[in-house]
C-alpha cells in the first residue's frame, strides 16, 4: 500500500528528526539524551538487538552507534543495518571508547559516516549530528523533487513504478483484491486553449487534490502521470469498487468548474478506466495498466465523464460495468 515517509510530510526547515542512541552504558544514553533533548525526537536502546528493532519502528534520521557492547557489537550490527533495505540509508556515527586508528577505518569502510571518540565534548557531538541531518535534509528534499509533482504535490511517475509494484507483490502475497486504473481530465486541451493554461493549471490541482482526498478515504492513493493523466489503485474491500470510482468521479463533478469551450453550462469532467484484480504470477502491473487504459479508450470514445470497470476474478470472466 501507498504510505506516505516521514520525509514526504517535512518541510525544509523542520527540525522533527529523530536519533536513536545505542550504548550499553545508561550513563553515556543519558547524556546524549540531555545533548538533543529539546532540539530532536531520542530514542535509545541498550543493545544492539534492541537497537535493531527501534530501527526498524521508528526509522530513525541518524544512530549514534557504540561500538563495544555485549553479545553483539556496534560493527556486527552497522552490518545488519547496511544489509537491510530500508535501514541502510539511515546514516551512523560510531561513538566509542576505541581509540585505534584501524578501528576508525574499520568503521568508516563498513560505511559509518563519521566517528567520534569518547569521552566526547558534547558541542562537537552535536555540531557534527546537525551538519549531518542538515546532509539528511537535502538528500531528502532531492527525493522529494525526484518523485513528487510540484504543480498538484501528487506523487509522480517515478513514484508510481516503485509502488504500485510494490503495491502489487503486497497484494499477491494476501492474495487480495484491488483495483488499478486511470483518470483522464475530459477535453483538458479545450480547456486550456479557452481559459489559458495558468487556468489549467488552477484545475489539475483541484481535481488532483479532490480524487486524492476521495481514494485516500478508501485507502488508495494517486499519481499524476502525464500531463492531465493519473494513475491509481485502491484496495477493493467488500466489492466497493463501483462506490469507489462512483465517488471519485462526483467529485469532480461537485467542483462545478464551468468548461464554456465544450458547450454554455458544462463543466470540467474526467473519464476512468478501472481494472479490479487480485494479483497472481500470470499478470504484471504493466499488464493491468494496459487493460485499464483500453477501458479509458472506451469511455474517452463514448459520453466521457463515466467510468468503464472490468473485474477480472468474477470466474476468470470478463465482466463490464460502465458507470455514467
Ligand atoms: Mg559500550
Known sequence: MQ?????SHRRAGEQNYTILCIDDES?????LASIFKGHYDVVVAKTAKQGFERALNEKPDIILLDVLMPEESGFELMEKLKQHPTLASIPVIFITGLQDAEDEEKGLMMGACDYIHKPFNYGIVRARVNTHLEIVRQRNLLQKFALFDSLTELPNRRKWQQDSIDYWLSSKNAQSAMVYGIIDVDHFKKYNDHYGHQQ???VLRQVANTIRRTLFDYGGAIFRCGGEE?????????NNAKQVLTS???????LAIPHHAISLGSCVSVSIGAIQVIPNEKL????IMQQ????????KNSTRNAVSFLDLNID???ISLDIS
Open 3 to 7: 504510505s506516505f515517509t516521514k520525509e
Open 27 to 31: 550513563a553515556n544514553l543519558k547524556v
Open 200 to 202: 489549467g493549471d488552477v
Open 230 to 238: 493519473f494513475y491509481f489503485y485502491f484496495p477493493a474491500q467488500q
Open 248 to 254: 471519485a468521479l462526483n467529485s469532480v463533478e461537485q
Open 284 to 287: 504484471s502491473v504493466e499488464q
Open 292 to 299: 485499464a487504459d483500453e477501458r479509458l479508450y472506451l469511455v
Open 316 to 318: 476468470d470472466q470478463q
